[in-house]
């Protein structure tokens, strides 16, 4: 089986190009049963989950885009990410300090320029930086934690199009 690469991104991305029509490989996903995966499918698009039983926190889901090449031969874009609520209170957090960050730089730049003390505000800039840094290592540790996660659909996803071809 090949693993995934370990790159600094949260979201791991692939891409394989299979020699099957894209509607046997979305035929073969509807119809494979797991004990430990979920699949569902809309239009061309496929979201492979871990069942409830076993998810936690930090628990991955992998999406899978089919995109025809011709009749012969299809290609799958795979996309690792945290469920999708939790993404976006993720990405919320990162854009309300984003906001707080470009708040409290204009403000200590006008009290910098008004010889005013701007002490707070490089506090806060500082404190912000920090919490941003933070954010992006409890992300890291996160998907070391769905890591083994990861690894299992990715190889449901292997086996499943193995199938296609028995």
């Given amino acids: 089986m090949k693993t995934l690469p370990n790159d600094i991104v949260l979201r791991p991305r692939f891409q394989l190009k299979l020699d099957h029509p894209s509607s046997i490989i979305l035929h073969q996903f509807e119809n494979t049963n ?18 409830p039983k076993n998810i936690h926190f930090w628990s991955p889901q992998l999406h899978l885009e089919l995109d025809s090449i011709n009749k012969e031969s299809c ?16 990405m919320f957090i990162h854009f309300a300090i ?14 910098w320029s008004l010889n005013k003390s701007y002490f707070l505000q490089l506090t806060s800039i500082i404190f912000m930086s920090i919490i941003w840094v933070s954010l992006y290592i409890f ?25 296609c071809t028995a």
């Fill in 34 to 51: 797991s004990n430990d995966i979920t699949c569902k499918r809309l239009d061309e698009h496929l979201f492979l989950k871990i069942k």
């Fill in 139 to 163: 992300g890291r540790i996160g998907k070391q934690k769905g890591k083994p996660q990861m690894n299992e659909l990715y190889a449901f996803m292997q086996q499943t199009i193995a199938e």
């Fill in 75 to 90: 290609k799958i874009y795979g996309v690792f990410g945290p469920n999708p609520s939790l993404w976006t209170f993720f």
């Fill in 98 to 111: 984003a906001i707080a960050f470009l708040i409290f730089s204009i403000w200590g730049y006008t009290n």
